[in-house]
């Protein structure tokens, strides 16, 4: 309906919106899942008519009253091909359109904006790359994909809004991501839809979606002074990593400069890309992860350093220049959501 007709589908949503059936679309993503939605269920309505009224036509016409005798029927192959032919097709129309929106849905643009959410017994942090932390809300701009890295702190919860049709386990010990792009600024909700024990319930709060002005103004009126890099650059200095991690020759560790995406040869042969996953791996479970030509001699911070503090040490390794330095500049111009990330500048700032 929604290619035959945009008004009435718009007239469509408005009213299941208006009546509780549906939640607001706000999300580039919604209407194309909602037509998806819609389409099934009426195919399904279609079907359970048409078997509802052959059932009951049938057993009327073919009652024990006007058919004492039974009487055997041999079968038709026209009808039989007919009766499996259309309902495949439509299957199958599900499938592959259900497979387009699988992709888009699992498939974060590469320029996305990503904020960090950690979930824990019974609320949801959100973490900025330019250092604003939020607890039970989440602020996002319009026009922009925002990718979502999600972890538990404690046992799973599963994060979802449902105005932008995006739901997604939050795992501890795992990074799970989910995106999507806001269309429509303003208030909607965001809850934890897996029981997650007494308080599970309050495990709600709202994301708050603004123009890209609007969205600027908040990062600059809620900055912490500190990018999570920043936070990062302290953490490795304070854990005492910087011991094995620099930039001398003679480094006992490997340099972290310019590691995250590239490709890293482990001791056993095999081969992995440093992505957030690994990073985190590496710094709680290091002796997994043994790297061709060095000792096994990093200690674990298991225990040490919290999610967010896993958080900031990788943000700080993404950002981090071969001299161990990153921008330390926190301007307004730094916090545009541009900015961010391993397309951030090279390093120009002196530690503070
Ligand atoms: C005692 C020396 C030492 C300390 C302290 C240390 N590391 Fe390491 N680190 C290593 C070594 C050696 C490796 C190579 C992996 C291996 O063989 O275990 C490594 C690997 C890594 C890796 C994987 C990157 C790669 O190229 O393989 C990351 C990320 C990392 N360390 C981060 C940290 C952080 C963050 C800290 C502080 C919280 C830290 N390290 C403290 C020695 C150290
Ligand atoms: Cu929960």
């Not at 009487?71 to 439509?90: F, H, R, V």
């Not at 900055?223 to 094995?244: P, Y």
């Not at 003679?250 to 890293?264: C, E, I, T």
């Not at 002796?287 to 967010?308: K, L, R």
């Amino acid at each position: 309906m929604k290619f035959l007709s945009p008004v009435l589908w718009q007239f469509l949503v408005k009213w299941m919106t208006h009546s509780a059936l549906f939640p607001p679309e706000a999300s580039k993503m919604a209407s194309d899942m909602d037509a998806l939605i819609i389409f099934m269920t009426l195919v399904s309505l279609f079907g359970l008519v048409v078997v509802g009224i052959l059932v009951a036509t049938f057993s009327v016409l073919y009652s024990k009253k006007r058919h004492p005798v039974a009487e055997q029927i041999e079968g038709s192959t026209l009808l039989e091909a007919t009766w499996t032919i259309i309902p495949l097709g439509l299957f199958l129309v599900m499938f592959v359109w259900g497979a387009v929106i699988y992709f888009r849905a699992f498939t974060p643009p590469p320029n996305a904006l990503n904020i960090y959410v950690v979930g824990k017994q019974w609320m949801w942090k959100a973490e900025h790359p330019t250092g604003q932390h939020e607890i039970n809300s989440l602020h996002v701009p319009t026009g922009r994909a925002v990718q979502l890295t999600l972890i538990s702190q404690d046992v799973f919860h599963s994060f979802s809004i449902p105005a932008f049709r995006v739901k997604r386990e939050a795992i501890p010990g795992r990074y799970n991501t989910v995106w999507f792009e806001p269309t429509v600024p303003g208030t909607y909700h965001l809850f934890c839809t897996q029981y997650c024990g007494t308080a599970h319930s309050a495990m709600i709060g709202e994301v708050v979606v603004l123009t890209p002005d609007d969205y600027k103004k908040w990062l600059a009126e809620s900055t912490s002074g500190m990018s999570l890099a920043q936070n990062g650059e302290r953490l490795f200095a304070s854990l005492s990593c910087a011991a094995c991690h620099n930039d001398k020759p003679d480094a006992r560790g490997p340099s972290l400069a310019n590691v995250y995406g590239a490709k890293l040869n482990l001791a056993n042969g095999r081969t992995v890309i440093a992505d957030d996953a690994y990073l985190r791996e590496a710094i709680l479970n290091p002796s997994q992860h043994n790297i061709e030509g060095y000792a096994p001699i990093m200690p674990t911070y298991q225990g040490q350093v919290s999610e967010e503090g896993v958080i900031s040490l990788i943000e700080y390794i993404k950002n981090l220049d071969s001299n161990y330095r990153i921008n330390q500049t926190l301007t307004t111009s730094d916090l545009l959501p541009e900015s961010h990330g391993k397309t951030a500048p090279a390093a120009q700032g002196v530690k503070q």
